[in-house]
């Protein structure tokens, strides 16, 4: 009966692992949007005219708010600061989809998914690759 609970309560731990990778995923593709709307207003408003960004301002540069703070910078800056925030956010959004993979495999190998999907299946989805074989369901 131990062992049973021990189980159960490893399938329940990686599920809540792989929920939290998952809002992760989302929360950073959220930023990711946002800083490409950023990107797209500088390279749009900002391309050598005189202008602020945003509230019609004639002063050079945007503002940008990293943490809560509003910040006047330069076109440049700017773009430079979220370049790398997106960078950053590329990096993370990565990592928790590798993350996402090898947690979706432990919860196969510990029964947390159907029994109907084979381990070949399983791992083509979790690496997007398949090796070629063909299942001769009908002859």
Request: glycine residues 10%; proline residues 2%; hydrophobic residues 35%.
């Amino acid at each position: 009966m131990e062992e049973l609970q021990q189980a159960v309560s490893e399938v329940e731990r990686l599920g809540e692992e792989f929920l939290t990778a998952k809002a992760q995923v989302v929360e950073c593709d959220r930023a990711r949007n946002a800083n490409r709307e950023a990107l797209t207003a500088i390279r749009k408003k900002g391309g050598g005219e005189s202008e602020l960004g945003c509230f019609g301002s004639t002063s050079k540069g945007f503002l940008l708010r990293p943490g809560g703070v509003f910040i006047r910078l330069s076109n440049e800056q700017a773009t430079s600061i979220l370049q790398r925030d997106q960078a950053r956010l590329d990096e993370e959004v990565q990592k928790s989809r590798q993350d996402m993979k090898i947690i979706t495999r432990s919860l196969h190998e510990k029964g947390g998914t159907p029994s109907h999907l084979s381990p070949g299946l399983l791992n083509a989805m979790i690496t997007l690759k398949d090796d070629g074989r063909m299942l001769e369901e009908e002859t």
